[in-house]
């Protein structure tokens, strides 16, 4: 079953990184390279947000592996003698009927923190609009 939705988040992730640079090269009024640093570094950001969007689900589907997953707030924790209760906060949604209809049985809460699996912030730069003052590449050997 791992092998499934490995494979399954795996092809999610593709067609929405594809959708991603897709969407946003296909409004350029000219090529990438011919726009200025602040407007290459604006569709850089834009694309980044939906790369992430969709990392985060496609992240959100492996740690799930098959389970329901139940996106919530934790408003309140108490720690008492009889053990500790928690308060969350979930919106109205069919997931949220389907953990209604578990009240008094045994559910298993997962504290996972996605921000482990995501990163990249520098891994695209924008071109700089001015050249390098002194290009090392053309220095004669």
């Known amino acids: 079953m791992q092998n499934d939705i490995r ?24 090529p990438f390279k011919n726009l200025r640093q602040a407007e290459q570094e604006e569709v850089l950001r834009d694309m980044r947000d939906d790369v992430e969007t969709a990392t985060r689900a496609a992240v959100e589907l492996i740690a799930a592996d098959g389970r329901h997953v139940y996106r919530a707030h934790c408003k309140k924790v108490n720690f008492g003698e009889d053990g500790v209760s928690a308060t969350i906060e979930l919106a109205n949604t069919p997931e949220a009927h389907d953990l209604a209809d578990r009240a008094g049985q045994t559910v298993l809460v997962i504290n996972e923190d996605g921000r482990r699996y995501l990163g990249g912030d520098d891994v695209i730069e924008a071109e700089k609009d001015e050249p390098r003052l002194f290009d090392s590449s053309a220095d004669p050997a």
């Open 7 to 30: 494979s399954t988040a795996h092809q999610f992730l593709i067609g929405e990184v594809i959708a991603a640079a897709a969407r946003h090269f296909q409004t350029l009024g000219k």
